[in-house]
């Protein structure tokens, strides 16, 4: 059966990824995957969250949002209201959690980092789109902070990104778009490094548990996805 | 003196404006004002507010929001404190009631359009930049429920646009940038209509009273700039 | 066409202001514009919102309310429903943007005055009366101040005042009663000060645009009705 | 030891009660007990909440609020700070029970009374003095419905007022001042009939429990100053 | 007539209070009165409420809360609301307040206790439990501080208990379960300390006022309703 | 190394379930794992969220909150912030979704079982605890159901139960007790039917990533834990 996009079954969706796309902010990413297209700003403030004050530790939190037109039909404002649902809630952890196992938080001083995502146009993985721009715009925002000499150390460990897959109609599928992820029978996002070390995995079965051997394929080839986009964010990044 | 960028006192920044511009929506439009970038969707809906019903009248409401980065300083995101400004809900409450003066709300019938319009980049003049850019987004969303034969009759009566003008040092700007806007003496919102007459003028004194003679040349710069701005829709819209 | 009420186009309706109306507040008014009546109170602390501090600079901000049963509809308490609207954050927007106008914040010190604006009864025009009522309320509280020996400078620099005016059935008329409001095409609320400078104009097409024309109108008339109302004021403050 | 205001501990303010206060409402009063001021209005609706629909019976409900000002210290208002405070419940649930309790709810039919209690100027006593006006505004709505012939039967069923005492300085005293109140050992609110009989007491120890004697003398004082406060509605309602 | 359960009129439910329930707290009581389950916890915090600091003096705060399905129909979560009602507003002041009646506050020194009364089973009297309840784990906690060597003196001055009582067809009273509260024609609750005296009384008429002479009948019940209450603390806390 | 309490790497710690907890609950329970206590109950009602009506399917949603006192420190209440917090919302999501994993909603109907899931102590694995003992409420609210005839047929398709596997200081552990899950390298809660089938994984790497034959491990343990949870339940019900 073929993918709606004619792509192969372990086959990514075009990445492009555009840096300073924001001229405010410090680092700034537009990442379009596909049709799903998310701009990515990073913030580098001098202060942290109470309860981590006086601990010469920094901190890493992330922001997500959708524009009210991003998807196919119109989702309310979440500030009209006036709550932020259990989904965003979610994913910011997710972003959030996942940024921080590669970044050295006392190198990082303490200092905030708070990661905005913003979906502009929503087309399925936009959480796992999310966390790869972030990964680039958190590493020129804290490139900017060396070039400064705020930051002595550059405080990024390693590279990662994040991607989709999922189980459709029985089949395995890599980076699922919105037509196929409304149909999933098991849905997956992994988060892993260059190094091949997972950061994050979290797998649903929609309807269908899924067993270790298919655990197996999915693990697989997240991770040739994964290193894809590994290789797109250095390319971006001049490495 | 000189302007930052070296614009004439009666100059706008130079505008474009992208039709089609998120896939999703009936009508949506990038709209750019120098460095001042704002996504505009129009979403069109079969409902009208509870206060409306039975009426057999439409009606046409504006959101806004500015993404987190959007300005030099990180804004807090509104829906992360539980509620929406003060300023947010003035200008949202400006842009409806402009689009709603140049639209026959009976010929739109019982449906509601909402327009979105979200800052992605901020340098001055957004809520001028979304009322043009809206409008050429509720043209596309309304011409097509005609196209779809959903409309009998295309219900917006007239182009309309709007821009800033301003004093600051003594001077008599067009089309402020936000280095300007944030020193000016006198801050002016005007929305005119092809046929040059006013929509709406919101004028304040920010320290310096103004007297009737300035107001004739606010106004009369005002109306320049507008003319170009409805000129630039029209080139886009294709007429 | 006769108004409701007799008065001709260009006649206020009946004014009086009720200097000391509430005990406790440093300054307090009770303005009555027909039977639109506003509880004005200035209450000034010794404290300025976090942005301002060290500036050396004072504040002025003003808070706007309805009781429920001050319009012939009972309108739901803001309170009760945990959110001010848009119209609420536009008009106290206003009121303290045009008191902030005439006075001098550095003579103020690191001060803010707070000015509550409570409809009792509602018969349109309640944020012209407001703005009217609180210039009063705030020269008395700031007056105290004087007397105090406080401030050293009284820093109130012009008298001010405020009204609407609007066309209603094609004719130009001044300070409109609800039944006028609620029908106008074209509704403008005018600050003034006493030299007969503006400090916000507000106007808006409702459903019929205004031409250069008749804006000189509006504001010729709007400019008579506010120095009679600043002649009310002067002769209740003893000037 | 004499009271502040030079009263008997046995004697209430002077009382005042101004009918027709609020010219939109069915029913509105403004209650004057010395220098507490409370404006009630009472609106009619056909409606009742969800949990009645179909039950043939009326509810009757109260919503309480003070002006920032009414205090000698300004209040943040409720509605700014998006909500209800404890107190402010616990007064509107006294209220809205308290009226419930002379009221024949089936008689009244599925509508709904709101009452709204608003303190424009507070000196103790504002929840007693609300009960006292509330219930003549209730009167003067519902006497309107008969009037109008909605209502078949007048369904009030007896006369109501409340009134504070408490214990200070080791005196009993009627009708406690702010003065009074906020330095009582004991504070009890008291609601009663025409013919004598409690609708609610809520007494409270404020740091010395009473016995048994005392609180007889309590009841006995205030047994009297309800009785004088019926005897003002009654004069102001042409009994 | 006889009591659903069985009970003689002025006979409380079985009660049982187990100390140490919840092993994190310095205080903590399961309490069951009949099917009535409420857990009780007190937290010693080093810090007063911002109105009071400087003043030497400690503070005790209390909280209330229904799990949803304490009740026979699930109750919405107050968290997921997003506020807190009226009614528990209410239940949390009384316990507040009764506590406090009964310590030292200057003996507490600035500290705050915060008393959590959370219902996991309700059949009636659930403040009323949560009163009797409360106050061992209060003791519970404030021996761990004396013992800890934090409070140099026990600061509880006086045993305390609350009980219900009412009228149900006629009939006075003791304890209501829930099918007699929510039939009650008189509903009161009482505070009341070791030496019988009151520390609240709050009692309301539901359709029925009552009379100075049924007012004594439900205090002598409660009162003897409330000793043997203070009994059963008194035993459990080993006096 | 040995744990705290002695444990075995890959043993559970003592489980108890008891059924009918809460005498209101059409299913309800109290799952005991070690210290970490939850009241899980399961209310059944006749309507679904608005998105699903008229498809003839049901819905199975959770809600989870903790007591304030059930950690070592007071958590403030979510009902007293006026919000639900991030990690609140990412567990009931959770558990929502693994419930719904095992039931054939179809069958169900067009009814709501809402599960809540109340944390009255807490020492780790609330998340997994609350999955666990929701399952055993679920059940017997849905043979509650069909003993009522209510439903034809049995809709739980399968056990299932959950459990947290992590790594501290290298070893990989089964059951984390929050001593344990506070300093946890890896973190990974693991949902599965009694065939072994996943139906969630979560694994977060705190600070170290990890690799393919790790995840193997932490599979294989949260494997034999759930076999043995699934007992458990069985033996309770009655299997």
Chains 1, 2, 3, 4, 5, 6 share one sequence.
């Not at 001229?23 to 537009?30: D, M, P, T």
């Not at 390693?158 to 037509?179: H, P, Q, R």
């Not at 149909?183 to 490094?193: G, I, Y």
């Not at 950061?199 to 697989?220: C, H, N, V, Y």
Request: charge should be negative.
């Amino acid at each position: 059966m073929e993918r709606n996009d004619g792509r192969a079954n372990d086959q990514l969706r075009p990445v492009k990824i555009t840096r300073h796309y924001i001229k405010h902010a410090e680092g700034s990413v537009l990442i379009e995957m596909g049709d799903t297209k998310v701009i990515c700003t990073a913030t580098v403030e001098d202060k942290v969250p109470p309860f981590m004050k006086g601990e010469g530790k920094g901190w890493i939190t992330a922001e997500y949002g959708m524009l009210p037109r991003s998807a196919a039909t119109r989702i309310p404002r979440e500030a009209a209201k006036g709550k932020i649902g259990g989904r965003t809630y979610e994913i910011q952890r997710l972003i959030g959690r996942s940024l921080r196992a590669v970044v050295d938080l006392e190198a990082l001083g303490e200092r905030t980092v708070t990661v905005d995502c913003d979906v502009i146009q929503a087309d399925g993985g936009t959480r796992t789109a999310s966390i790869t721009g972030a990964f680039v715009a958190l590493v020129d925002a804290l490139r900017h902070q060396v070039d400064q000499g705020v930051l002595e150390k550059f405080p990024v460990l390693d590279y990662m990104a994040a991607v989709s897959v999922g189980k459709v109609n029985g089949e395995i599928l890599l980076d699922l778009a919105f037509s196929e992820d409304s149909v999933a029978e098991v849905d997956m996002n992994v988060v892993m490094t260059r190094g091949g070390k997972f950061l994050e995995i979290q797998g649903t079965a929609e309807g269908s548990p899924f067993d270790r051997e298919e655990l197996e394929k999915f693990l697989e080839m997240a991770g040739k996805g994964i290193q894809q986009l590994i290789q797109a964010q250095m390319e971006v990044l001049g490495e």
